[in-house]
């Protein structure tokens, strides 16, 4: 068929409906421009009268979008679709046989809005009566489906326009289709049509955005949020609104393609139907806009319910009676089946949770902070526990660890290489992802566990029943010792526990054991004011040379101000003041030991015992905190426990007790001349809290006086230890 010339398929003006001319010439401002929109919409819901059909529109929408988005273009573009399509392949089968059933029922009614599209461009008519009359056709359908199906006739008419403008260049029928519908010649003039074309995308994507407002209002879950929420019952007033215009806009957008291909180019002349485009675009952003902040709340709402529900359930399921611990550690690890969510220490492979059924699990529990001090001696005590137990019983325990992060920020590629780093290190199980961790088992970590950011290490038995809310404490203090690492073996190694040296440096250091054991005086202590440092060795070796007395000294540091030890103890090997600890890792364990006596005995409820050995604890924390201390020892048994101050005044008073030294002994002599001086200084006592720790006590009672303290919030910044971010 012969091409006709492009300048006899220009129409005149003559041969237009009136209609049309006055659109062309005038537009159709009125009712766009409407100041009583009260009166439109009255209109509007007086078509409304629905009779209870559901219509499930999501599968109809998903096909609506996908016509759109793949005839929604540039026009610039057309010459390059050919190719592009030839690639893209919807999954027939599948794609038809979901759309079957509904579409036997729907497709009358798409067919009957879009000959009204078609037919209501062509004739002229008003875009608010054309709108009114699909409302009309629509008034037994909820108003997500009147919207959906005015769509899905829109799309009809518009998929068709451009699978012919796509395909006629190599399709001789869809050629001969074209040429009635003037599509060669209207592509001729793809750069005057541009902006024409930019005016219906934009169009009909806010469309289409409005569109999926209205149909995720109506899948809201009734079960999490109620109508009555204000920010639901804003949005759904508002719907009816959202629909007209929606509707109204597709009337515009199928007249713009109608009047394009059935008036020929004297139509694209006109700016009226462009401005037309830009007014409604404006207007539905403008409703999408609200709608979405409406939504975003409701969605907030279900959130915290569906939250809340979650964390009951959760906390329903810990307490109830299991015949194993698989339905726990689902629960706490990954509750699905599709995806192996740990992997194996020493193969590195991935695994299911089923390789833990009926194993006593402990479940360590940190962020991706924790240090390698804290994972090298828990390699070493997990080892050590492997030997210390019998076959069966290493059969019977596994680790694993779950790692914690703040699910605010984002997830990075620095963030996932330090997490892969520290899995690697790892020979015990680990989950694949802190994605994992469900939100609701964070919460139960932090208010039931009370994680803080520091390493916990929770215990579950054979039947998933939590028999020690944090082992790590005895992990530190006893070792391999506190296997099978649960409250009652907890309680049982504090009774057989007494204030001696090995509480102190048990695990530590071999040197000092042996000291121990060759019956040694011993002055342990720490600080970080080399002046005192000074003063304090030099005057315990002159007092041990004048005793006759074989003394040993050894430099433990403090529980903070790492670098500041570390030039102290740089200073103490220097000048051969004493014995240190060159290795930092060491300080950290005696402080982290020690502390974690004070938290175990928290967690017990006993922090407040009246026994000896608390006591001396607590003031050997309190004294780290106000300067230098001193604990001296023979052989195993502790003799004096001091404050910086007042060993070092006893010291220097050596001439005044030295005569009761041959008859009493020297560890007696100096602790009575140093209880003296204690007594009549009495120095503060303070205990400071990381607010990472976990479990911090309401109260606690002075050590000294036995009165309760008073409880104080404090800001520290010691200026030496940076701060290692892997957020940065």
């Keep these: 068929m012969a091409m006709m010339p492009t300048s006899k398929m220009m129409p005149t003006s ?50 609506v979008e996908d016509i759109l988005n793949r005839a929604t273009l540039n026009a610039g ?12 392949n919807i999954e027939e089968k599948s794609y038809q046989a979901s759309f079957n059933a509904m579409l036997d029922v729907l497709s009358y009614i798409i067919d009957r809005i879009s000959c009204e599209l078609s037919v209501k461009a062509l004739s002229g008519g008003e875009a608010h009566a054309t709108t009114l009359s699909i409302f009309n056709m629509l008034n037994p359908f909820p108003w997500d489906a009147k919207l959906v199906l005015t769509l899905a006739a829109f799309a009809f008419n518009y998929g068709e326009f451009w699978l012919l403008a796509q395909i006629y260049s190599t399709n001789q029928l869809a050629k001969s289709m074209a040429i009635l519908k003037q599509l060669p010649m209207i592509m001729e003039h793809s750069g005057v049509l541009k902006s024409r074309f930019d005016g219906l995308n934009s169009l009909i994507q806010a469309m289409l955005k409005v569109t999926r407002c209205v149909v995720d209002l109506k899948e809201l879950p009734s079960a999490y949020i109620s109508s009555e929420l204000p920010a639901l019952s804003a949005a759904m007033a508002h719907v009816p609104t959202a629909v007209y215009w929606t509707i109204r806009s597709a009337v515009a957008c199928a007249s713009q393609i109608t009047s394009l291909t059935s008036y020929g180019l004297e139509y694209i002349t006109s700016t009226t139907e462009a401005w037309e485009l830009s007014t409604l675009a404006h207007k539905l952003t403008n409703i999408y806009e609200h709608l979405q902040k409406q939504i975003n709340i409701c969605y907030q709402h279900i ?38 969510p740990l992997v194996e220490g020493t193969t590195k492979k991935r695994v299911n949770i089923e390789v833990l059924r009926r194993r006593n699990v402990l479940l360590l529990i940190s962020g991706l902070d924790i240090s390698q001090e804290e994972l090298s001696i828990l390699e070493q005590i997990h080892s050590e526990s492997k030997l210390h137990a019998t076959r069966q019983e ?21 963030m996932q290489k330090h997490f892969e780093g520290l899995k690697s290190t790892m020979p015990w199980y680990t989950v694949i992802h802190p ?27 054979q039947q998933g029943r939590v028999v020690c809310p944090n082992a790590i404490h005895m992990m530190w203090i006893w070792g391999s010792n506190a296997f099978p690492f649960t409250t009652p073996r907890e309680e049982d190694l504090w009774k057989d526990e007494s204030w001696r040296l090995e509480l102190l440096v048990d695990g530590i250091d071999q040197t000092i054991l042996n000291w121990i054991k060759e019956g040694k005086y011993i002055f342990l202590y720490g600080g970080d004011d080399i002046e005192w440092i000074r003063k304090f060795t030099v005057a315990a070796r002159q007092v041990a040379q004048a005793s ?8 433990v540091g403090k529980s903070s101000k790492r670098e500041q030890v570390r030039r102290a103890i740089e200073t103490i090997s220097l000048e051969k003041l004493s014995y240190t600890w060159l290795d930092l890792t060491m300080v950290w364990f005696f402080w982290t030991r020690l502390e974690s006596m004070l938290f175990s005995k928290i967690q017990l409820g006993k922090v407040d015992e009246s026994d000896l ?9 309190s004294f780290d905190k106000a300067g230098g201390w001193a604990v001296l020892s023979k052989g195993s048994s502790i003799a004096v426990n001091g404050h910086g101050t007042t060993v070092l005044q006893a010291l220097q008073e050596y001439d005044q007790w030295k005569e009761y030294v041959p008859t009493k002994g020297f560890d007696n002599a100096f602790g009575e001349r140093h209880g003296n001086i204690h007594k009549a200084t009495q120095p503060c006592c303070r205990f400071e809290f990381q607010s990472t720790a976990g479990r911090i006590p309401e109260s606690m009672r002075c050590p000294e006086c036995k009165r309760r303290m008073e409880k104080l919030t404090t800001f520290v910044c010691c200026h030496d230890e940076p701060v290692l971010s892997i957020y940065e």
Excluded: C
């Design 613 to 621: 050995m608390m006591q001396q604890i607590k003031m050997l924390l």
């Design 77 to 88: 573009t057309v010459a390059t679709m050919e190719s592009q399509l030839s690639t893209e």
């Design 303 to 340: 959130e915290e319910n569906q939250h809340a529900e979650a964390y009951q359930n959760l906390l329903n399921l810990l307490g109830a009676i299991h015949i194993d611990n698989m339905k726990i550690l689902k629960a706490l690890i990954y509750p699905k089946d599709d995806i192996m």
């Design 435 to 461: 994605n994992l961790i469900d939100r609701a088992v964070i919460r139960l970590i932090k208010e039931k566990w009370h994680f803080r950011n520091k390493p916990i290490l929770v215990v579950l038995d």
């Design 14 to 63: 003559k041969m237009m409906p009136p209609a049309m001319q006055r659109l062309i010439k005038g537009g159709d401002r009125g009712m766009i421009t409407m100041s009583d929109d009260n009166v439109m919409m009255k209109q509007v819901i007086e078509t409304h009268n629905p009779d209870g059909r559901e219509v499930d529109v999501k599968p109809l929408l998903r096909l």
């Design 548 to 555: 006759k007395i074989p003394l040993e000294m050894v430099y």
């Design 394 to 414: 290493m059969h019977q325990y596994e680790l694993v660890w779950i790692p914690v992060v703040d699910r605010s920020v984002q997830w990075t590629d620095p």
